[in-house]
Nanobody, 115 residues
Framework: QVQLVESGGGLVQPGGSLRLSCAAS????????MAWYRQAPGKQRELVASISNRGVIPNYADSVKGRFTISRDNAKFTLYLQMNNLNPEDTAVYYCNTDNGYWPWGQGTQVTVSS
């Protein structure tokens, strides 16, 4: 079964940037639309961004449009999320998965935006 490993999170000041990575263990990655999700304390997990299997046709939640960019490298089975102009409301654990959450969830990577 495919395993997902997220990385790249950390503590950043408001206005700062981070780049998240998600490595998938299986080649099924290249056939599937992938997504980034996040879950803030006390809130439900929400979809942040998704991208087609060929790396085009991205979609973004309204809250991150213009600040986040999703991309992928199918040769490396890796999904990325470039996050710019971060604000405290972006604080959450970030996860990747297929756009319908089909695979087992990874451990996520913590993003904390605070001064």
């Amino acid at each position: 079964q495919v395993q997902l490993v997220e990385s790249g999170g950390g503590l950043v000041q408001p206005g700062g940037s981070l780049r998240l990575s998600c490595a998938a263990s299986g080649s099924e990655f290249i056939f599937l639309r992938m997504a980034w999700y996040r879950q803030a304390p006390g809130k439900q997990r929400e979809l942040v961004a998704s991208i087609s299997n060929r790396g085009v046709i991205p979609n973004y939640a309204d809250s991150v449009k213009g600040r986040f960019t999703i991309s992928r490298d199918n040769a490396k089975f890796t999904l990325y999320l470039q996050m710019n102009n971060l604000n405290p409301e972006d604080t959450a654990v970030y996860y990747c998965n297929t756009d319908n959450g089909y695979w087992p969830w990874g451990q996520g990577t913590q993003v904390t935006v605070s001064s």
